[in-house]
Each structure stands twice: as structure tokens, then as C-alpha cells.
């Protein structure tokens, strides 16, 4: 007999499945990532409503099985961020933020903090002026948080804080003496990264960063990824 | 079974709303009537003639589709849709005389769709040059419909177009109480006077 299972959880993405099922993926708080089969979800007599649309969280009670997709059976809304909902740039960020838990977070393993820092992330995007620079933490602290934190503080190899370049292969920042070369890192985006990295939710809200900062950031973000996940 | 046969079963299998046992009636009626069979490959052989319309991206079978072709549209008003078969659903409701711009998708961060990868700029000259005076947005009342909703919504107000939504909330024939709460709170939002 299955286990059935109590646990919190946020629609990343939803596919549709044979006939009439629809396969859920979700960021759960008591088991990170959990992919879902929801018999009957693209009938019109649907269970569960629009409650399993995507940037929802939701109670959900499902039959855990020890191999394949689990099966939900109760699915109760507990918020659907409608100030998210309502601004075209926070949703795009909400949806860029959710795919990034979809890549990153690992399936099926018991650590409720990437739930709680996504969770804290979207309800704060609701209330930010400037959306991109949750984003931009947020992919940091994801990254960080699955044990892939940047080194920002200085030169990985010296710890000296000036002429630094980003090497991903190194984990974070290098100086031109310590053999750093390629993307330079000055001064204001190291301040800038670091900031994103570290300050709480409330500062982050009044942290403003000028567009060209931000898409550099991205970059560096997205090589510092690419490089380290593929290991 | 001989080779043959398991090979019509396995196609046919992969069909929408076909399993095996589905499989094996068609495919034993089939053997029965070889003129039902004749028929069907008849049909089918059509499908490779079916492309899209240049101008809305609709069904088409060579150059314009039939809709846009047709003089008696209301060709003032479009609307859009995410796919091509939602055309052939409104057309069913006999409600509609205007035009259509079929999207080819929905804005999807989550899945790597973006705005480029529909047919949006096409729908913003069309609106240019048609002149047209309404789009109506017929788009799954879903997060990514609502975020294209919002998309194409900044771009066609600077337009002087009105743009509007259909309705959202609950099915007609079903009752309230099966309706879930963001369903329900849609028709409230959307309710209109009487």
C-alpha cells in the first residue's frame, strides 16, 4: 500500500499526460522536487479546479510510490501571489525564477530550504518595484544554496580585491596575478553580487541596479552554472 | 499476430484516445470493409495539403483559409488564439463573424517559449494595416495565457485598438459548488451587469 503523504508544495510546470492526466511538477517543501500524476486534470469535471496552474501553493495530500510519478489525490490552494499576477514584469521574473527551481532543485530529497527561499522569493516579488533584481538574487542564493555558492569576496586564490576576474572553473573571482583572465569583474558589479547574495529580503526590495549591471550579472550567473553544474 | 497486423496496431495505438484494445476493433474492421479502408487512406493522403494561412496562420489548404478569404467577415475585429484547432471551436459557436490571428503557442518562460517564437509581430503589423478596431484575446485561462494576455496587451494599446478578453469562470450546465475558488473568483471579477 502506498504511503500518503501531507506536504506544501509550488507548481513549477505542468505537461499533459495520455489522455486526460496531467503530470505536475512541484517544489514541495518536505521533498524538494516531486513530480505528480493527476488523474482527470484536463477534464471539464476536473478535479481540483485551477488550483494546480502554475506559481500556486498548495496542500497537497498524494500516494507516494516507490517508483514512477506519485499520485495526488487532495489539492487545497493556500496562495496563487496575485500581486505577481497582476504585473507583466514580476510574472515574467515569477516564471524564470520557478524554472530555475524546476533545473536545479534535485528530485525527491528531504531539504525544506530551496521550498522557503522560493517561497520568500515570490511573495517579496510582489511587492518589488524592480523584479529582475529578485531574480537576479534569487539565482544566486539557489545556486548557493545547492552548494554552488560564488566566491565574491575577493580573489580565490589571494583574496586580494582588485583587477578580479569571473573563472566559473574556479568558483568565483580571480585576480590577473593569481592567473585570471577573460570576464573582468569590476568593482561595482563584485559589490553588486555580493549584495544580492547577502543582504536580507527587505534591503534587497530598496536595491536598485542599473539594467546594464543586472544583464552582466546574468551573464556571469548563467557561465558560473553552465560551468559548475557540469562537473 | 503477423508482423503486419502488429505494426497497424501499433500506429493506430498511437493515436489520441486509442489504446489496444481501440487498436484492435479499427483494425479488424478495417480487414472486414477494404472499401472503409480505401476511404480512410483517401482522407488521410489530403492531410499533406493541409498548411497554414499566411495571413492569420490558421488551417489552410493552399493560400488563404477559407475564413479570410470569405468577404463577409467582419474583418475589423480579430481573434486571437494560441492554436490553430481553437479556430474550428469558436466557429462552432455560430457567436463570431470576425477574423482570427492564430499565435502558434503561448509566452512560457518555464518552457523556453518566448514571445519571439509566436506569431505576435505579425498580428501587430496586421492590426496596422487592416485597420483593425478590435482584437478579443481568446486565450486558456491559465498562467501562461494571462501572461500572454498582458504581453500582447502592452503592445496593441499603443495601437488605439480596443482589446478585450473572453469571459472566464464558470462552465455553463455546472454548478457553483464544484467550481474552485480561483474559478469562482474569476466569474466574480469578470461578472457583468444585467
Same mark, same amino acid.
Given at each position: ?12 510546470? &505542468? ?8 503530470? @505536475? ?8 522536487? !516531486? ?37 495526488? /489525490? ?24 520557478? /524554472? ?8 525527491? =530529497?528531504?531539504?525544506? /530550504? ?41 580573489? @580565490? ?29 569590476? $568593482? ?9 547574495? %547577502?543582504? $536580507?529580503?527587505?534591503?534587497?526590495? /530598496? ?25 | ?6 505494426? @497497424?496496431?501499433? #500506429? ?14 479499427? #483494425? ?8 472503409? &479502408?480505401?476511404?480512410?487512406? %483517401?482522407?488521410?493522403? =489530403? ?39 481553437? =479556430? ?21 518562460? &518555464?518552457?523556453?517559449?518566448?514571445? *519571439? ?5 505579425? !498580428?501587430?503589423?496586421?492590426?496596422? *494595416?487592416?485597420? &483593425? ?27 488605439? =485598438? %480596443? ?13 457553483? *459548488?464544484? #467550481? ?15
Amino acid at each position: 500500500m502506498p504511503e500518503l503523504v501531507r506536504d506544501k508544495a509550488l507548481v513549477l510546470r &505542468t505537461q499533459d499526460h495520455a489522455e486526460t492526466d496531467r503530470i @505536475v511538477s512541484a517544489l514541495s517543501e518536505g521533498r524538494g522536487r !516531486l513530480e505528480l500524476l493527476v488523474k482527470g486534470a484536463r477534464r471539464l469535471e476536473r478535479p481540483f479546479g485551477a488550483v494546480l496552474d502554475i506559481l500556486n501553493l498548495a496542500e497537497i495530500i498524494y500516494y507516494r510510490r516507490r517508483s514512477g510519478l506519485h499520485l495526488l /489525490r487532495e489539492a487545497t490552494l493556500l496562495q496563487d501571489f496575485p500581486r505577481i499576477r497582476e504585473d507583466l514584469a514580476r510574472l515574467e521574473a515569477a516564471l524564470l525564477l520557478l /524554472r530555475w527551481a524546476w533545473e536545479l532543485v534535485p528530485r525527491e =530529497v528531504p531539504d525544506p /530550504r530551496p521550498f522557503r527561499l522560493t517561497q520568500s522569493f515570490l511573495l517579496a516579488l510582489g511587492e518589488s518595484p524592480a523584479p529582475q533584481t529578485l531574480l537576479a538574487a534569487y539565482r544566486l542564493r539557489l545556486l548557493s544554496l545547492l552548494g554552488y555558492r560564488p566566491a565574491l569576496q575577493g580573489c @580565490v586564490a589571494c583574496g586580494k580585491a582588485e583587477d578580479l576576474f569571473w573563472v566559473p572553473e574556479r568558483g568565483g573571482l580571480l585576480c590577473r596575478a593569481c592567473g585570471g583572465e577573460g570576464l573582468a569583474v569590476p $568593482p561595482r558589479l563584485q559589490k553588486a553580487m555580493d549584495g544580492l547574495l %547577502r543582504l $536580507p529580503l527587505a534591503a534587497l526590495l /530598496r536595491l536598485r541596479l542599473a539594467p546594464a549591471d543586472l544583464a552582466e550579472i546574468e551573464r556571469l550567473t548563467l557561465a558560473f552554472r553552465e560551468v559548475q553544474l557540469a562537473r | 499476430m503477423i508482423p503486419a497486423l502488429e505494426e @497497424v496496431l501499433s #500506429a493506430l495505438a498511437r493515436l489520441p484516445g486509442i489504446g489496444r484494445r481501440s487498436a484492435e476493433r479499427i #483494425a479488424f474492421f478495417l480487414l472486414a470493409k477494404p472499401e472503409e &479502408t480505401e476511404r480512410l487512406l %483517401r482522407a488521410l493522403s =489530403v492531410l499533406s495539403r493541409i498548411g497554414r494561412c499566411p495571413r492569420c496562420h490558421g488551417f489552410s489548404e493552399g493560400g488563404l483559409c477559407p475564413i479570410c478569404r470569405d468577404p463577409a467577415r467582419e474583418a475589423k475585429t480579430i481573434c486571437v488564439v494560441a492554436h490553430p484547432w481553437e =479556430v474550428e471551436r469558436i466557429e462552432r459557436t455560430g457567436e463570431y463573424r470576425g477574423l482570427y490571428h492564430v499565435l502558434g503557442g503561448l509566452i512560457s518562460p &518555464t518552457s523556453g517559449i518566448r514571445a *519571439e517564437d509566436l506569431t505576435i509581430a505579425h !498580428l501587430l503589423s496586421r492590426v496596422r *494595416e487592416e485597420g &483593425t478596431e478590435e482584437v478579443i484575446l481568446a486565450l486558456e485561462p491559465k498562467l501562461e495565457g494571462d501572461l500572454t494576455a498582458m504581453h500582447l496587451l502592452r503592445l496593441l494599446k499603443p495601437l488605439g =485598438v %480596443r482589446v478585450s478578453q473572453i469571459a472566464q469562470g464558470i462552465p455553463v450546465g455546472r454548478d457553483l *459548488e464544484s #467550481a474552485d475558488e480561483l474559478t469562482l473568483g474569476r466569474a466574480l471579477k469578470g461578472r457583468i451587469p444585467l
